[in-house]
DNA sequence: TGAAATGTTGGGGCG
DNA sequence: ACGCCCCAACATTTC
């Protein structure tokens, strides 16, 4: 908002090009709206540099998998082109984050660092003593929340511990003052005088070799842009691109459509989100403004329940925060000893959908080809893998981090525990999914099925999900890694095992 | 954000 | 007319 009685200076730009620059390290955050670090550095009035750095070797146990650096790749591309618009651009440096960010300060003469937080253990482990390094070499040193609604600190239970349900965690996520709007996204980033070097995109070599990614473009626009009209597209009823106008739009009718796999009635922003490509109070506001704007129950009720998974996100991060060694170890001290099956060919199996079991194979073909998954199905293709199976939950977590475009350590986390009953609110392990039910209740036309399993295209009713009572089954489809009473039993022995166990 | 086993109830067929 | 059985439908409990 301009201020037409301020007097315009004409010399201003020359002279903020002249002040010492602010480093803005971009991270999980690949957007300018609502961008709190950005935001900040905007209103300081000194040159901006915008920086990323590779660093994989940071992570931990968790360096991006090849479906996140297919993603990674073209967000920065996306990153680099907005910020071009505004005369700005995106510097690439290679790890170690440390060393790289000092460079670019002495080279630059930067005397002020900003970024925005993150979660993950090895990271968080890492920005605490970075901060404090460059803090005591007198650099100032500011983060920023941009990913969550309510920080990992801020909703604890009234004895001050941190809560490991997740109902009464939203109760008090609720009961809190309601998430900030978002920030305005800055109209100006000033350039300093000349950019430092950058590295080529290119030389990350994020991209894969094999051209298993084809699919991939099809289904997904990584960037500032593609998010906000995924957005657009989910809270629409007439979406910028649908070939027909949609009756409702998939918001209104969350609660029904997002447990359907064969419509595209979840929001999809998991990746959008997980990169920062748009903040979750920007998706929060925008559900709950268009549901007020529409009027009536349905819209209202319909952006609660969307802003309701907004909620497991930040439910995910705070128990990753809180319990930072439930990525690799159950949170339920007793599934340590649970008698695992090491098993490489029924996994191979799992992993390339070859269980078997229509519904859990159209799920892993889904997520093979797109680098996603329903959200639905992921808890089916989880159980048979956990308890059917028998094989870990880490196994099934690890190939999800390396395919999932979404991949995410405190949501994936999360929902393994949840899938293996060794988490915080997690289903008993003896609750085990019936992987033909589960196909009839979710898919009752087998559209979803069929779609992935064309192999299974003249089957129909009980009989495609359950393929092996056909009268004449498909050749080509194999045979049910286990069937499902045997399964199912094996799974309560092995659980009662680890219960005399202890 | 299950499923299977077991228990209960009530209608209808049938001797 | 009545008791008996069967079984679907629903509820409860058990894993």
Redesign the pocket.
């Known amino acids: 908002m301009g201020n037409p009685l301020r007097p315009i200076y004409p010399k201003r730009d020359r002279a903020v090009t002249e002040l010492p620059p602010i480093l803005v390290w971009f991270r999980q955050d690949l957007r300018l709206a609502d961008n709190p670090a950005l935001h900040y550095a905007s209103q300081q009035k000194r040159p901006i540099i915008p920086v990323y750095i590779w660093a994989p070797e940071e992570e931990g146990d968790w360096p991006p998998g090849a479906a996140s650096r297919w993603w990674l790749h073209h967000s920065l591309n996306a990153l680099d082109a907005s910020l071009r618009k505004k005369k700005s651009r995106l510097i690439l440096g290679r790890g170690p984050s440390e060393e790289t960010l000092r460079d670019l300060m002495e080279q630059t003469g930067a005397t002020e660092l900003v970024w925005n937080r993150r979660y993950e253990p090895a990271i968080i482990a890492r920005d605490k003593q970075l901060k404090q390094t460059f803090k005591s070499e007198g650099f100032a040193v500011r983060s920023f929340n941009s990913a969550l609604l309510f920080e990992p600190d801020s909703v604890l239970t009234k004895t001050g511990t941190p809560y490991q349900v997740?109902t009464p965690f939203y109760r008090a996520c609720l009961a809190q003052d309601e998430p900030a709007g978002p920030l305005r996204t800055p109209t100006k980033l000033p350039a300093p005088e000349t950019f430092p070097e950058s590295l080529d995109l290119d030389s990350f070599e994020l991209l894969p070799t094999i051209p298993w990614d084809k699919a991939f473009y099809d289904h997904w626009t990584p960037g500032e842009a593609g998010a906000e009209a995924q957005l657009e597209r989910f809270l629409s009823a007439d979406p910028p691109d649908a070939p027909n106008a949609h009756h409702r739009a998939n918001f209104i009718d969350y609660q029904e459509r997002r447990?359907t796999p064969s419509v595209t009635g979840t929001s999809r922003m998991s990746p959008h989100l997980h990169f920062g490509e748009i903040s979750p109070r920007a998706i929060w506001h925008a559900a709950l403004e268009r549901a007020s704007a529409l009027g009536g129950s349905d819209p209202i009720h319909g952006a609660k329940q969307y802003t309701r998974?907004l909620v497991?996100r930040d439910f995910a991060h705070q128990l990753l925060f809180h319990f930072p060694h439930t990525p690799n170890q159950p949170l339920r001290p007793a599934f340590e000893h649970f008698p695992w099956r090491d098993d490489p060919k029924q996994l191979a199996a799992w992993q390339r959908g070859n269980t078997g079991y229509p519904i859990v194979d159209a799920g892993m073909r889904e997520l093979w080809t797109t680098g996603w998954m329903h959200?639905?199905v992921r808890?089916i293709v989880g159980?048979l893998l956990v308890k059917h199976q028998l094989i870990s939950w880490q196994e099934g977590a690890a190939w999800f981090w390396d395919t999932l475009v979404d991949a995410d350590l405190a949501n994936n986390t999360l929902g393994w525990q949840?899938i293996g009953g060794c988490g915080a609110?997690a289903?008993?392990y003896?609750?085990?999914?019936?992987?033909?039910?589960?196909g009839e209740?979710f898919d009752k036309a087998g559209e979803y099925t069929k779609r992935w399993c064309p192999e299974l295209s003249g089957l129909s009713g009980k009989t495609l999900f359950a393929p092996w009572t056909a009268p004449s089954p498909p050749t080509d489809y194999p045979a049910p890694v286990i069937e499902?009473?045997a399964g199912?039993e094996r799974a309560?022995a092995a659980?009662?095992e680890m219960k005399d166990g202890q």
């Open positions: 997740f447990n998974q497991w959200n639905r808890m159980s949840w609110d289903a008993p003896f609750r085990i999914f019936n992987p033909m039910t589960q209740k499902h009473k199912r309560l659980f009662a």
